[in-house]
């Protein structure tokens, strides 16, 4: 799945306290690495069995450490939770910290962004 500079920038504008490690964090480049960890989140997630459920009842960052166990590379948080945003999800913050958990938006837009 192609992820592009102009996908994620759309991403941090909506968003501009999220950051490369997660919310409140320091913003990223959106240089081919990051690029490359948005699109494998992505795909883990448009693959990923009842993945709304998983969502809903674990951290972003707990969700960084499956993708990244699927797809045997290094994801940031923040890569992460934009992979998510793309996807149709929207944060739910339960704190002030880096993390978020999420919940289906009702209307979809993917690659639409």
């Given at each position: ?45 448009t693959g990923a069995p009842e993945?709304?459920?998983?969502l809903a009842h674990r951290s ?12 045997g590379r290094y994801i940031s ?37």
């Amino acid at each position: 799945m192609m992820t592009t500079a102009h996908e994620v920038r759309n991403v941090f504008t909506q968003h501009p306290d999220l950051g490369l490690f997660g919310f409140g964090t320091q913003p990223p480049a959106p240089d081919s690495d990051f690029l490359d960890q948005v699109a494998t989140a992505r795909k883990w997630l448009t693959g990923a069995p009842e993945c709304s459920r998983i969502l809903a009842h674990r951290s972003s960052y707990a969700v960084k450490h499956m993708i990244e166990k699927a797809a045997g590379r290094y994801i940031s948080n923040g890569a992460a939770i934009a992979g998510a945003l793309l996807e149709g999800f929207a944060p739910v913050r339960k704190n002030p910290g880096p993390n978020c958990y999420f919940h289906r938006q009702e209307q979809h837009h993917g690659n639409d962004q």
